[in-house]
Structure formats: C-alpha cells, structure tokens
C-alpha cells in the first residue's frame, strides 16, 4: 500500500496540489504526514487556517488513513500504522537491494560525463567531489530504471600540458616514475610545479611552451613522443585513482586531441545559415544578447578553434555514438557561462538532442586553511587524502579496539575512510561551495559516513547475535504489538526510501539519500536505546522489533551503495 497515494487520492476529491507539498511532520504526534494549505489561500480567498479545517471535515477517513485533523494551517494525516509496519516490512523484504529502485526511467539512455582531468597534474580534492558527484548520481538514477552510460574526457592537449612537458624537458634528465619511486601522475604534476615556479622567475619562460605547444599542433615528431610519455604516465596514475575511489568501468573514454580541431563544420554550417556572423577581421561570432550571454566567438581570426567549438562537436559525437536521451555535464560552478553558451548554440542548431543536455552544477570545495592551487603546488592530492582518511579511521578503530587483527584494522579502515570521505563530500547540497574537514568527517558520532555505517554495524551485529539465539523473526512477528512512537517513526523513516530515491534522481541531488542516511540513522538509533529486541520478553514484540532491525540493515545498505560507499558489517 502506497501510503502517500492514498492520501493524495482522498484530498483530490477536495482540491488539486502539487503532491511534493505533502511531507512528514518534525514530530510524529502531529501525524505521518502533513499539507500545508498556505498555497490555497490565494484561489480559495480564505485563510491557511480556515482552509485546513474545512478539508479536515470533508476528507473522511477509513481503514487506512484512520484520522484527518487540522493544526493551523496544516491538514494532518494519521496511518494505520500496523498496516504501514506490515506493508513497508514486507515490501522491504521481498524486494531486499532493489528496494528503493523503479522502473520510471524506462530504459531511456543517460549520460554522465565526468571527471574530466587534465593531464598536466594528478587528480586532487576538487576531483573527488566530482568524482562521488558522477558515480553516485550514476548510480542513483540508475536505480530508477535508466540506462546510464559512464564516460570520461581527458583533456590532454594545450598550453597546460605543454608547461609540465618543457619542465620535464628541461630537468626531467631522462628520470621516470620508477627511477624515482613516484606515482605516475605525481611525477607528471611535479614539473608543472617547478614550470610556474620557474615562470616566476622570468616570464619569457611562457613563450617556450608557447613554441612547443605551436610544434605539437604541427605534429613535431619529438614533441609527440614526449607528449605520449608523459600522458601514459598521467593515464596510467588516474587509472589507479579511479580504482581505489571505486569508479565503475567507463564505456567510452574520449580525448580533447582528437575533437579540438572538429566542429569547424559545425560553425561554417551556422555561418551558411545566417546563425553566426563572421567579423571584419575574419573571426566567426554569434550574438547572444537576447540570452544575456553577450557575444561569444566560436572561431579566431586565424581559424583556429575555441573550447565551445570542440563541445559542439564533441555533443554531437556522443550522440552519434549513444543515441542519447540526456547527457549530463558533471563540471564546477566555474563553467556555468561555457554550458549556456554551448546548450544555447546546440538549441540555435537544432540539434533534436539539445533538450536532453544538462549542467550538473557543482560549487568548490577548499580546505580550512583556503583555496587550494595547482600551480603553487598547494592542491591536496587525491591519492594523499584517501591515504590520510584511512589513517585517520585507523587511529579511531585502534581506540576502539585493541584485539583486532593488522590486517582486519587494515581493511576496516580502508572501508570507513573511504566511506567517510565521500559521505562527506556528498551530504552537502551539490551547487554549494564547501570545506572539508579531515577531522570531523572520520567521527562516529554525528552528521558523518562513519556515523551511517556504524548504525548498519550495529544493525548486523544484532542479528547475529538473535541468529546465535535461534531467533528466525519472519516466522512469529505480530506488528499489532508495537506501540512505541521510537517504533514506528523507523517505520515511517523505511517507508520513506523509495520516494527519497525518486526524488535524487529526478533533481540530480545525491545529497538527498546521504541526509535521508542520516534521518534512518538516527531514527534507528533513538529505537535501539528505547526498544529492547533480544531481552524483550513478549516473543511477537521481540520479533517484530527484530524485523525492523533487519530492514534498517538493508536499507541502509541500498542508500550507501547509491553513494558509492560500502556498508560495513563490522567496525
């Protein structure tokens, strides 16, 4: 039974409204779930107050929605709350890790692109915000039943990767990753370091990469071949970061040097159209006023192209290759104006799969002590970070525990690490900028990952020892004994899963599973200490309290697998 549908059904016969408005009351003594009339005043001439307590004696209640009461200017609902404890068990328990999930999507195919590196430097913090963004909205739209196709740009040409390439032309003395024990992708970002430090001193410095970036767009045969060495070496280190982040295997990877120079075509075709002009001094432009854009050049005077240009290609071609329904850009804040641009230029052209193309929008992320720059060689590397959470997980489970095992310390603190870091990074509202504190993200105590996985802990570790008991809850569980408002407020946290999932999905915000995590979390943990399971002495209680033990396990389980994170059944 769809509890939420039921009451849309019954308010409907009295009025129409958006159905998000309907949401759970703070305090479940208010009801299950709550209408607030505040955008019926307008239409129905009367006060919120007055319109509540109008729709309270029309709307009659039945076997399901058994009490319909206003409180100001809210229309409270009231649940038959053993059926809901029935239903939702149930459902939770057929459906076990596809709980959660639908059909909606229809197959339709999706793209998300991202992360999008450069390969001058190794991926840093900023990398693995939109790391955890890509993945777990992956993930979590396809739990709605869309096709999602992951894939990767390596932005791997120009004058960025010239700098670390004259460096190591320059002091590199023919070293490599191995002679000198580095990660690969350090090692490249390491002379892009020493080439601003260098340009520092003297300027002119800049013109030489100037020069070799002018050689490599002509082909010089020694230029390529370093270039190559040292994209292999950037390659190479991502691959590993990608790895130990838990990125599922992209279906294609595609490169900024074999699309920069394309979608000249694409712009002299709008030039033949009459949608761009071309200036006095031969440079192809559109006029974006009328979108606030202002005017934006699609090909320099000397005919060479612009980032825009390439993505118009680039669009297409993942068309071409996918035949896509949406295709998502998961890139910062910092190039907002570069996708209306090129989504505005796609609609100028119509492209019929201009509709479906989407920004994912995300702010920055800094450190305490600031912002953090590559040049100054100031970034926090990816793989330096996920390192340091591990450590920091290790020193909290050494608290903890002083009988485990090096390598079971090992692998716990791999998993709650890594956990902590990406619940972190994922909690907060995606198109907020944020900081990240080492520090608070590892505790087990609060608005953290390894908060949400010690609660599945916890979850297991009772079962288990009900297990031990010969406790088999499924087979004697009475949900007309419960009685407790800890009870059935987790009843209602569970039941509230699959429409949290929907709503991720549909609004691109995977911060809404991380923070509904946390609201299970703490709905179960306010359960655990106020309803005893194993000494309960009413048999049917225990067992039904049990069920809902297990529930809160697996839907745990399914939240933090949307995020990328796995559930641990110890810490």
Same mark, same amino acid.
């Given at each position: 039974?769809?509890?939420?549908?039921?009451?849309?059904?019954?308010?409907?016969?009295?009025?129409?409204?958006?159905?998000?408005?309907?949401?759970?009351?703070?305090?479940?003594?208010?009801?299950?779930?709550?209408?607030?009339?505040?955008?019926?005043?307008?239409?129905?001439?009367?006060?919120?107050?007055?319109?509540?307590?109008?729709?309270?004696?029309?709307?009659?209640?039945?076997?399901?929605?058994?009490?319909?009461?206003?409180?100001?200017?809210?229309?409270?609902?009231?649940?038959? +709350?053993?059926?809901?404890?029935?239903?939702?068990?149930?459902?939770?328990?057929?459906?076990?890790?596809?709980?959660?999930?639908?059909?909606?999507?229809?197959?339709?195919?999706?793209?998300?692109?991202?992360?999008?590196?450069?390969?001058?430097?190794?991926?840093?913090?900023?990398?693995?915000?939109?790391?955890?963004?890509?993945?777990?909205?992956?993930?979590?739209?396809?739990?709605?039943?869309?096709?999602?196709?992951?894939?990767?740009?390596?932005?791997?040409?120009?004058? !960025?990767?010239?700098?670390?390439?004259?460096?190591?032309?320059?002091?590199?003395?023919?070293?490599?990753?191995?002679?000198?024990?580095?990660?690969?992708?350090?090692?490249?970002?390491?002379?892009?370091?020493?080439?601003?430090?260098?340009?520092?001193?003297?300027?002119?410095?800049?013109?030489?990469?100037?020069?070799?970036?002018?050689?490599?767009?002509?082909?010089?045969?020694?230029?390529?071949?370093?270039?190559?060495?040292?994209?292999?070496?950037?390659?190479?280190?991502?691959?590993?970061?990608?790895?130990?982040?838990?990125?599922?295997?992209?279906?294609?990877?595609?490169?900024?040097?074999?699309?920069?120079?394309?979608?000249?075509?694409?712009?002299?075709?709008?030039?033949?159209?009459?949608?761009?002009?071309?200036?006095?001094?031969?440079?192809?432009?559109?006029?974006?006023?009328?979108?606030?854009?202002?005017?934006?050049?699609?090909?320099?005077?000397?005919?060479?192209?612009?980032?825009?240009?390439?993505?118009?290609?680039?669009?297409?071609?993942?068309?071409?290759?996918?035949?896509?329904?949406?295709?998502?850009?998961?890139?910062?804040?910092?190039?907002?104006? !570069?996708?209306?641009?090129?989504?505005?230029?796609?609609?100028?052209?119509?492209?019929?799969?201009?509709?479906?193309?989407?920004?994912?929008?995300?702010?920055?992320?800094?450190?305490?002590?600031?912002?953090?720059?590559?040049?100054?060689?100031?970034?926090?590397?990816?793989?330096?970070?996920?390192?340091?959470?591990?450590?920091?997980?290790?020193?909290?489970?050494?608290?903890?525990?002083?009988?485990?095992?090096?390598?079971?310390? !090992?692998?716990?603190?791999?998993?709650?690490?890594?956990?902590?870091?990406?619940?972190?990074?994922?909690?907060?509202?995606?198109?907020?900028?944020?900081?990240? !504190?080492?520090?608070?993200?590892?505790?087990?105590?609060?608005?953290?990952?390894?908060?949400?996985?010690?609660?599945?802990? +916890?979850?297991?570790?009772?079962?288990?020892?009900?297990?031990?008991?010969?406790?088999?809850?499924?087979?004697?569980?009475?949900?007309?004994?419960?009685?407790?408002?800890?009870?059935?407020?987790?009843?209602?946290?569970?039941?509230?899963?699959?429409?949290?999932?929907?709503?991720?999905?549909?609004?691109?915000?995977?911060?809404?599973?991380?923070?509904?995590?946390?609201?299970?979390?703490?709905?179960?943990?306010?359960?655990?200490?106020?309803?005893?399971?194993?000494?309960?002495?009413?048999?049917?209680?225990?067992?039904?309290?049990?069920?809902?033990?297990?529930?809160?396990?697996?839907?745990?389980?399914?939240?933090?697998?949307?995020?990328?994170?796995?559930?641990?059944?110890?810490?």
């Amino acid at each position: 039974m769809d509890f939420r549908q039921e009451i849309i059904k019954l308010v409907e016969k009295e009025v129409k409204f958006d159905h998000s408005l309907l949401e759970v009351p703070p305090d479940n003594k208010l009801g299950d779930f709550a209408l607030p009339c505040f955008p019926f005043a307008k239409e129905m001439k009367k006060r919120p107050n007055e319109i509540a307590e109008e729709l309270a004696k029309n709307i009659k209640p039945n076997d399901i929605i058994t009490e319909i009461k206003s409180t100001g200017p809210y229309l409270n609902f009231f649940v038959n +709350r053993t059926r809901l404890a029935e239903d939702t068990t149930q459902d939770i328990l057929k459906k076990k890790e596809k709980y959660g999930f639908s059909g909606i999507g229809d197959k339709k195919k999706v793209i998300v692109e991202f992360p999008s590196p450069n390969t001058n430097k190794p991926l840093h913090l900023g990398h693995l915000r939109n790391m955890a963004l890509g993945e777990s909205l992956s993930n979590i739209i396809e739990s709605q039943g869309y096709n999602t196709i992951r894939v990767n740009l390596n932005n791997d040409r120009g004058i !960025h990767i010239c700098k670390s390439m004259l460096a190591y032309k320059k002091w590199g003395k023919d070293r490599t990753p191995g002679s000198e024990g580095k990660k690969s992708d350090h090692f490249v970002g390491d002379y892009y370091v020493r080439f601003c430090a260098e340009e520092k001193k003297d300027p002119e410095f800049s013109k030489e990469a100037q020069e070799m970036l002018k050689r490599w767009e002509e082909g010089d045969p020694e230029v390529r071949a370093l270039w190559k060495k040292m994209n292999h070496w950037a390659f190479e280190g991502f691959d590993k970061t990608y790895r130990e982040f838990g990125l599922k295997k992209f279906a294609k990877v595609y490169f900024e040097s074999e699309t920069y120079k394309l979608g000249k075509e694409i712009v002299q075709d709008g030039l033949q159209k009459g949608i761009f002009t071309k200036k006095d001094d031969g440079a192809v432009a559109v006029d974006l006023e009328k979108e606030d854009l202002g005017e934006k050049v699609l090909l320099r005077a000397d005919g060479t192209s612009v980032y825009v240009t390439q993505d118009l290609y680039l669009a297409q071609l993942k068309h071409k290759d996918f035949d896509y329904d949406r295709s998502v850009y998961v890139v910062a804040s910092e190039q907002d104006y !570069h996708f209306k641009v090129l989504f505005t230029l796609l609609k100028k052209m119509k492209y019929k799969f201009a509709d479906g193309c989407h920004h994912f929008s995300y702010g920055m992320v800094n450190l305490p002590e600031g912002k953090m720059k590559s040049r100054e060689g100031t970034v926090v590397d990816a793989d330096d970070l996920i390192l340091e959470m591990e450590d920091l997980a290790k020193e909290e489970i050494i608290k903890r525990y002083d009988d485990l095992e090096e390598q079971q310390i !090992h692998d716990r603190s791999r998993v709650i690490g890594l956990g902590a870091l990406k619940f972190y990074l994922l909690m907060i509202d995606a198109v907020k900028d944020m900081t990240f !504190h080492p520090e608070q993200s590892i505790s087990f105590e609060g608005d953290t990952g390894p908060y949400v996985q010690y609660t599945h802990a +916890r979850a297991c570790s009772i079962l288990r020892k009900a297990e031990t008991q010969g406790i088999n809850p499924e087979k004697s569980a009475d949900f007309t004994t419960l009685s407790e408002d800890q009870e059935f407020a987790l009843v209602q946290a569970l039941s509230e899963f699959p429409q949290r999932t929907e709503e991720a999905a549909g609004s691109y915000r995977p911060h809404f599973i991380a923070q509904y995590l946390l609201h299970l979390s703490r709905a179960f943990n306010e359960f655990y200490h106020s309803c005893p399971c194993l000494k309960e002495e009413n048999k049917q209680l225990a067992n039904a309290r049990l069920l809902l033990v297990d529930c809160t396990r697996q839907v745990i389980m399914n939240g933090l697998q949307l995020l990328g994170i796995k559930a641990p059944e110890e810490m």
